[in-house]
């Protein structure tokens, strides 16, 4: 049997077992490549606050100008959702197990809400002693977590914001931080610092308090801003100035970094028909940038 008899029946072999099925799939699926998902400028420098709901829509902050969100569709196509009560700008996005919204409004020291099925804003936590809520996370009971970076004084603050719109404050005074969230288990609470380069883990408690601070990784350059957690316990972490998004194991070792267009990612979440999308926001580009991931984001699973 000649070369090209042997690599057709080899080929044929390979279909019937639905094995090269899987390998193009496999090549289709190319995990870690970002490409644009909007157009550029579509969104402002401020452009942050990636979140999905439960039908599969993104959401970000300032659409096209500040004070507003935009949605996109899965196919990329952008539009207005609400514009925010004047005087705020958004950051931070999350959604409950409810489908209810959440809005980081770091100008008017609130946490906005747009309950599911509404377009209308409400504040449904407010804390004049904020120096701005920035990013927030949300654990299994619903509970937020907001970061409260002071960027003259590199340093910041964390708080834990109830059902029932209590804040408490969980540290104070410490680096400036900013990205913020919550294991798949519910049992650690991430916080990195930007201009430290620090990301620290605490054990979170059932009544949502923190312990038993520790480093978890430090990087020796560039920012941070925004995280993640996929199904798996790592942490996406997106890299401020260097383009990247950096992929961080639960035991603090970096496992790789996703090169993006853009070169200052401000935050990322997970989507897709099978949460393995990533949607990147990047306030250089004014735009949203896409990759694929090898295992769900953490935020999908819980929004199904």
Known sequence: MNQSNLTARLFSTLIATG??????AFHADELFKSTAFTPTNSFTSGAEGPAVDKAGILYAVNFAKEGTIGQ????GKAS????LPAGSVG???RFNSKGDMFIADYPKHNILKVAKGSKQVSVFAHEARMNQPNDIAIDKKDRLYASDPNWKNNTGNLWRIDTDGKITQLEANVGTTNGVEVSPDNKTLYVNESIQRKVWAFDLAADGSISKKRLLIEFPDFGMD???CDT???LYITRHGKGTVAKVSPAGKLLQEVTLIGKKPSNIAFGGKDGRTAYVTL????????????APGQEWVVGQ
């Open 232 to 234: 798996k316990g790592n």
């Open 226 to 228: 925004g995280m993640r």
């Open 19 to 24: 094995l090269m099925a899987g390998l193009v």
């Open 80 to 83: 207005l959702f609400v514009e």
């Open 72 to 75: 996109v569709t899965p196919d």
């Open 91 to 93: 950051n931070g996005i």
């Open 283 to 294: 306030q250089d580009q004014g735009n949203i940038e896409t990759f694929r991931v090898d």
